[in-house]
């Protein structure tokens, strides 16, 4: 868990050595997590929070790269008539590399790749909650999403990421996709004067 900071933080420092606008940000808000079986098992969406960092780095006036690192509580429940509810909680260190197109208005159209940390995995039945070794330690997705920057520095975002791996690690089981969509609200460290 050490190293994936000390990389996220380093990977952070030289793009802003770098790169001659860069605005730092954090965010934070809701998610609503689905995991979807190839073997058709059903699960309800499950609820979570996410919160963590951005670099808003600008490549031209309309075009700009947005890395991000944050905490995401992922997962899905089900209620079974004889134990109850159970509830998979997923927590991941997400590292999304997302590709903005922004507009005059304040309005930005984004996608790209994301990396996943599983930082622990938990089954919780009722209030009874245990480790489960059953998911691959990373898992890899495609967010694609909207934002609204405020002239204030404050703004809001929505994005859907699609899961591309299996983070079942269980090869004998069905292949599970973690798909999450997101609702966030962010302030970006920058010129308030101007939208991007």
């Given at each position: 868990?050490?190293?994936?900071?000390?990389?996220?933080?380093?990977?952070?420092?030289?793009?802003?050595?770098?790169?001659?606008?860069?605005?730092?940000?954090?965010?934070?808000?809701?998610?609503?997590?689905?995991?979807?079986?190839?073997?058709?098992?059903?699960?309800?969406?499950?609820?979570?929070?996410?919160?963590?960092?951005?670099?808003?780095?600008?490549?031209?006036?309309?075009?700009?790269?947005?890395?991000?690192?944050?905490?995401?509580?992922?997962?899905?429940?089900?209620?079974?008539?004889?134990?109850?509810?159970?509830?998979?909680?997923?927590?991941?260190?997400?590292?999304?590399?997302?590709?903005?197109?922004?507009?005059?208005?304040?309005?930005?159209?984004?996608?790209?790749?994301?990396?996943?940390?599983?930082?622990?995995?938990?089954?919780?039945?009722?209030?009874?909650?245990?480790?489960?070794?059953?998911?691959?330690?990373?898992?890899?997705?495609?967010?694609?999403?909207?934002?609204?920057?405020?002239?204030?520095?404050?703004?809001?975002?929505?994005?859907?990421?699609f899961g591309l791996s299996n983070?079942?690690?269980?090869?004998?089981?069905?292949?599970?996709?973690?798909?999450?969509?997101?609702?966030?609200?962010?302030?970006?460290?920058?010129?308030?004067?101007?939208?991007?």
């Amino acid at each position: 868990m050490k190293k994936i900071i000390i990389l996220a933080a380093t990977f952070f420092l030289l793009i802003s050595a770098k790169a001659q606008q860069v605005h730092f940000g954090i965010k934070g808000g809701l998610n609503a997590s689905e995991l979807h079986f190839s073997n058709h098992a059903k699960w309800d969406t499950k609820i979570g929070l996410h919160a963590g960092f951005l670099a808003h780095i600008h490549a031209s006036q309309t075009w700009a790269i947005q890395p991000e690192i944050f905490y995401s509580l992922e997962g899905a429940k089900t209620k079974m008539i004889s134990s109850g509810t159970t509830t998979i909680n997923l927590n991941y260190l997400n590292v999304p590399v997302l590709l903005q197109y922004m507009f005059d208005n304040g309005f930005r159209v984004e996608g790209g790749p994301q990396i996943g940390f599983l930082i622990s995995a938990k089954t919780k039945v009722n209030n009874t909650s245990t480790d489960n070794k059953g998911f691959k330690s990373t898992g890899f997705s495609i967010p694609l999403g909207i934002g609204y920057l405020t002239t204030s520095g404050f703004g809001f975002d929505a994005r859907y990421s699609f899961g591309l791996s299996n983070i079942n690690d269980d090869a004998n089981g069905p292949s599970i996709q973690s798909n999450v969509f997101q609702f966030g609200i962010f302030y970006q460290f920058s010129d308030t004067k101007k939208h991007h």
